[in-house]
Antibody
Framework: EVQLVESEGGLIQPGGSLRLSCAAS????????MGWVRQAPGKGLEWVSV???????YYTDSVKGRFTISRDNAKNTLYLQMNSLRAEDTAVYYC???????????WGQGTLVTVSS | EIVLTQSPATLSLSPGERATLSCRAS??????LAWYQQKPGQAPRLLIY???NRATGIPARFSGSGSGTDFTLTISSLEPEDLAVYYC?????????FGGGTKVEIK
């Protein structure tokens, strides 16, 4: 059974940093693409970043230069390093991966990141 | 960036009625279009992928159609548990984008 378990988010001051992790089980993180989708309170869904099996990574424009996606194949874990956080980064962050469909077949439970002073 | 526009924003129907949700893309996404269901307090769930293929375990009352820039999700006979927000998503180009969502309310 595929499971994605995200680390806790938290309250971060503007300009601060946080690293999210997503521990995967039931598959290997390098086998397909994985990424992060966020949802601001009461808003819709937004793709933040994706990393492919070959290692290529992509970011939405608003986080380029501030966020870094990575994975540790030995720990079977996906990460999102978030620097220079802004109020508009406040959201529930979901770890996401595709299965056979090449869309998001599996989602984590979501973790709330609040950026506020 | 490909913009997906969903309509209507809210759909209020009675159990047993047919629901038709629309998703329009700002440019062609070919057949790389999916639909997700998000119930309150839950992560989204994949319903339909590549326009018309039901994901594993999805009831037959959910169906998708369309091509290019215009797509439709149909719920043939609404059940009370279909109360949710429905999102379309394209994977034709990065950034992958979602539509703004259609909220389905049950009368």
């Amino acid at each position: 059974e595929v499971q994605l378990v995200e680390s806790e988010g938290g309250l971060i001051q503007p300009g601060g940093s946080l690293r999210l992790s997503c521990a995967a089980s039931g598959f290997t993180v390098s086998s397909n693409y994985m990424g992060w989708v966020r949802q601001a309170p009461g808003k819709g869904l937004e793709w933040v970043s994706v990393i492919y099996s070959g290692g290529g990574a992509y970011y939405t424009d608003s986080v380029k230069g501030r966020f870094t996606i990575s994975r540790d194949n030995a720990k079977n874990t996906l990460y999102l390093q978030m620097n220079s956080l802004r109020a508009e980064d406040t959201a529930v962050y979901y770890c996401a991966t595709s299965g056979t469909t090449w869309y998001v077949d599996y989602w984590g439970q979501g973790t709330l990141v609040t950026v506020s002073s | 960036e490909i913009v997906l526009t969903q309509s209507p924003a809210t759909l209020s129907l009675s159990p047993g009625e047919r629901a038709t949700l629309s998703c329009r893309a700002s440019q062609s996404v070919s057949s790389y279009l999916a639909w997700y269901q998000q119930k309150p307090g839950q992560a989204p769930r994949l319903l339909i992928y590549d326009v018309s293929n039901r994901a594993t375990g999805i009831p037959a009352r959910f169906s998708g159609s369309g091509s290019g820039t215009d797509f439709t999700l149909t719920i043939s006979s609404l059940e009370p548990e279909d109360l949710a927000v429905y999102y379309c998503q394209q994977r034709s180009n990065w950034p992958f984008t979602f539509g703004g969502g259609t909220k389905v309310e049950i009368k």
